[in-house]
């Protein structure tokens, strides 16, 4: 099992920036990836940035403007968020990824990005 702890949301203006955190523990070496998904009001939940072995994928809406980042030694992935646009509003959730499972962070982080 692999508990994830997220920080970072909240409230910013159109263009602005934040950065998310989440805290991994439990079985740490089981982990392959880590990223964070996003789940707007009345939508799917989508994956927004995932770190494999150095390599990083983003999904598209977010390219160029979000930057994942990932300190093994702490155990912990960033999600730094620039220009951010009101269609970035959702609850983040931290993942982080096993062989077979997917883990979430449990209460996710609410970013909402309003003028």
């Known amino acids: 099992q692999v508990q994830l702890v997220e920080s970072g949301g909240g409230l910013v203006q159109p263009g602005g920036s934040l950065r998310l955190s989440c805290v991994a523990s439990g079985s740490i070496s089981s982990i392959t990836s880590m990223g964070w998904y996003r789940q707007a009001p009345l939508s799917q939940r989508e994956l927004v940035a995932l770190?494999?072995?150095?390599?990083?994928n983003y999904a598209d809406s977010v390219k160029g403007r979000f930057t994942l980042s990932r300190d093994n030694a702490k155990n912990a992935v960033y999600l730094q968020m620039n220009d951010l646009k009101p269609e970035d509003t959702a609850v983040y959730y931290c993942a982080a990824l096993t062989g077979d499972q997917v883990f979430l962070g449990g209460q996710g982080t609410q970013v909402t990005v309003s003028s």
């Open positions: 770190i494999t072995s150095g390599i990083t």
